[in-house]
């Protein structure tokens, strides 16, 4: 069975500071993997995605990613963040076999101090 | 277009109650997954559904139930509740127009409190 582990649950940097969240994923095939962010009381928005092809992914509000199949690990970061990057985010990898089903990691809390 | 849209946002019941929870998918997406949030278990995916049948299961006890409708809204119910069902559940829905794993778009959940 497929599962992510996110090393880190806690997370603080300062603002302008570069950041790099961890992920790891345990999947038998080529993985299709995300990096959702959640703030506190809303749903999860998806920041950038890897089906294949390139193994740095860009994302929206700056972020990027790298799948490193040697590693199996897909990281997020972002050069410069930014007082409101603060949040919680999540590694997830896709199911095989059909259908949209996810496998989450347990999150990292993202603290940015001002 | 508009999002998701979960009703309620919030909920209360008490246990041995039963609860159902709506979603509004995205217009013109057929797949609807519904996840679990606590604090102690995370994310935990429930079930999903694409044109009113369920196409993936999660490892919930049989209390757990959805469906879909021909609109694709979807519905889950929870009966017989019991505390520890206290959680956030979220709906992602997604237009499937690529088979599999395609983008799931998230609502901003429901919040049901067990007492």
């Known amino acids: 069975a497929q599962s992510v582990t996110q090393p880190d649950i806690h997370i603080t940097v300062s603002e302008g500071a570069s950041l790099e969240l961890r992920c790891n994923y345990s999947?038998?095939?080529?993985?299709?993997l995300f990096w959702y962010v959640q703030s506190p009381g809303q749903g999860l928005q998806l920041l950038l995605k890897y089906f294949s092809g390139d193994t740095l992914v860009q994302g929206i509000k700056g972020f990027e990613a790298e799948f490193k199949r040697s590693q199996s690990s897909f990281n997020l970061r972002k050069p410069s963040v930014h007082w409101s990057d603060a949040a919680e985010y999540f590694c997830?990898?896709?199911?095989?076999?059909?259908?949209?089903?996810?496998?989450f990691g347990t999150g990292t809390q993202l603290k940015v101090e001002l | 277009k508009a999002g998701v849209t979960q009703t309620p946002r919030y909920l209360i019941k008490t246990r041995g109650q039963q609860v159902t929870l709506s979603c509004s998918p995205i217009s013109g997406h057929r797949s609807v997954s519904w996840y679990q949030q606590t604090p102690g278990q995370g994310l935990q995916f429930l079930f999903e559904y694409f044109s009113e049948t369920q196409r993936n299961k999660g490892n919930f006890p049989g209390r757990f139930s959805g469906r879909q409708f021909s609109n694709s809204r979807s519905e889950m119910n929870v009966s017989t509740l019991e505390l520890g069902d206290s959680a956030l559940y979220l709906c992602?829905?997604?237009?499937?127009?690529?088979?599999?794993?395609?983008?799931?778009?998230f609502g901003p959940g429901t919040r049901l409190t067990v007492l």
């Open positions: 997830a990898v896709g199911a095989a076999g059909g259908g949209n089903k996810l496998t």
């Open positions: 999947y038998g095939a080529t993985p299709y």
């Open positions: 992602a829905s997604s237009d499937a127009s690529g088979g599999n794993n395609n983008e799931q778009f």
